[in-house]
């Protein structure tokens, strides 16, 4: 497992720095524990799957609390998977490889929960665009700048519109928003990238 732990945080990623810190504890039992980063990796698309079983089968606003909780522990092993690796000693490219898959793939099923709620072109659209800003960071990073992370519609966002349609019922309107807000964090993201490498 090879996290990064990532720059130029904006929007909730601000609140990074604090939230590692406040599970520094479990980080350090984890590691005496001898728990696999990968597993946290798995684990987290694991909580986005329960998360999006709680959106599509529970009525609003019973769905918001499951919500919540799975998305917030998603979060969580998405911030420990790569720190518990750079703690242990134990990155390497491969995991690297799997943790920006598990994230991916946490980013589509949580999405998925919205198929029984709002139309197919909508979710499919929605989930395209929530790819975009990571996709654009990792180009980013592939030409050599730093990895950008954060809003203003980032991965923290994106979960919290998500448990706020589990709350409302809102389905389709908080859709366009994660569509709309991942297309300009894009955007944001990919002029900050070309204003940089276009320096170098």
Wanted: glycine share 12%; charged share 15%; aromatic share 4%.
């Amino acid at each position: 497992m090879n996290g990064s732990p990532g720059s130029h945080g904006l929007g909730l990623y601000a609140l990074k720095p604090w939230y590692a810190a406040k599970l520094s504890g479990v980080r350090g039992a984890l590691a005496r524990r001898g728990v696999s980063p990968d597993a946290l990796t798995a684990a987290g698309v694991g909580c986005a799957a329960g998360a999006a079983a709680a959106l599509a089968w529970l009525p609003a606003p019973l769905a918001a609390l499951p919500a919540a909780v799975l998305l917030a522990a998603r979060l969580a092993c998405a911030n420990l998977d790569g720190a518990l690796a750079r703690d242990t000693g134990r990155t390497t490219r491969r995991g690297a490889l799997l943790n920006e898959l598990g994230d991916r793939a946490a980013d589509l099923v949580v999405l998925a929960g919205f198929l029984p709620l709002a139309p197919l072109w909508l979710v499919a659209t929605a989930a395209l665009a929530a790819t975009l800003p990571s996709w654009v960071s990792l180009a980013g990073a592939a030409a050599g700048a730093e990895r950008l992370n954060g809003g203003p519609v980032g991965k923290t966002e994106r979960c919290a519109l998500v448990v706020v349609a589990a709350a409302s019922g809102l389905a389709a309107p908080v859709l366009v928003a994660i569509a709309a807000g991942s297309a300009l964090t894009a955007a944001a993201r990919c002029g900050r990238l070309w204003g940089e490498l276009g320096t170098r």
